[in-house]
């Protein structure tokens, strides 16, 4: 097992890990948007010994991802995504004089930086896949749920917009398109903190119908199943391998 821990907390909470499930079945547990660098080291090591192992099946679980950075999302698309791909169709801002000052906007062109106005940033731009000898040539699933949240329903969105593989769960907690990106400040009279967001994000695909993604297979856990500690989930993507694998094997 492959796994990297949370360091912020000296807790053992587990931010990402790869265990094979079976021998052409591996998993990685995916919980946290965290530490591109040590993310880095985590994939190539984990496929790594996914090719070495050759793997059929891969199951990626972010069910309990609530977000962070976006760019493990581009990292982990560069070992699954068989073409080029992008998180992000579009980008609102709202333009203040506060972030002016704080210089939040000086890749803006002066002109276009007035306080009081949305700049719209409209990337078209696919990210190009970069040669990589340890890229997944197999079948992806993606597990996600109430929990998936900000980067991770991002990266969701990607996944599903270029087709990488199959969704299994319930409709994600983060919406497709989104918020994100605070500004923090205190309040005059109360001093209490404030945090407000200045970026509008439009998910791959996205649609501003303020739902979540939609998972190609809807599967939840039952209060039951929790009780006993019984991953529907789960369960139903293995089944879900094991009628694919009848189906292609002669």
Request: net charge negative.
């Given at each position: 097992m492959l796994q990297i821990l949370d360091k912020d907390s000296g807790q053992p909470k587990i931010t990402y890990q790869y265990k094979s499930i079976s021998d052409s079945i591996g998993y990685i547990e995916f919980n946290s948007f965290a530490d591109l660098e040590q993310f880095k080291i985590f994939l190539d090591s984990t496929f790594t010994t996914i090719k070495k192992e050759n793997v059929k099946h891969l199951i990626i679980d972010i069910r309990k991802n609530g977000g962070g950075d976006s760019s493990l999302g581009d990292e982990l698309m560069q070992y699954i995504s068989q073409t080029d791909f992008t998180q992000l169709d579009s980008m609102h801002l709202k333009i203040s004089e506060e972030l002016i000052n704080k210089k939040r906007f000086d890749y803006i062109d002066s002109a276009e930086r007035k306080a009081g106005t949305i700049y719209r940033y409209n990337d078209n731009l696919l990210t190009k896949l970069r040669d990589n000898p340890l890229r997944f040539t197999g079948k992806s699933y993606l597990l996600v749920g109430g929990n998936t949240f900000s980067s991770a329903c991002m990266f969701?969105?990607?996944?599903?917009?270029?087709?990488?593989?199959?969704?299994?769960?319930?409709?994600?907690?983060?919406?497709?398109?989104?918020?994100?990106?605070?500004?923090?400040?205190?309040?005059?009279?109360?001093?209490?903190?404030?945090?407000?967001?200045?970026?509008?994000?439009?998910?791959?695909?996205?649609?501003?119908?303020?739902?979540?993604?939609?998972?190609?297979?809807i599967v939840e856990n039952t209060i039951e199943d929790d009780l006993k500690s019984f991953d529907r989930v789960l369960e139903f993507t293995l089944d879900l391998i094991k009628k694919d694998n009848s189906i292609t094997t002669p």
């Open positions: 969701t969105s990607a996944f599903q917009c270029f087709e990488v593989g199959v969704v299994i769960g319930s409709e994600t907690g983060g919406l497709t398109v989104s918020f994100g990106n605070f500004y923090y400040f205190k309040l005059p009279e109360t001093n209490f903190n404030m945090g407000i967001s200045y970026k509008k994000f439009y998910h791959a695909c996205g649609q501003d119908d303020r739902r979540g993604i939609i998972p190609d297979y």
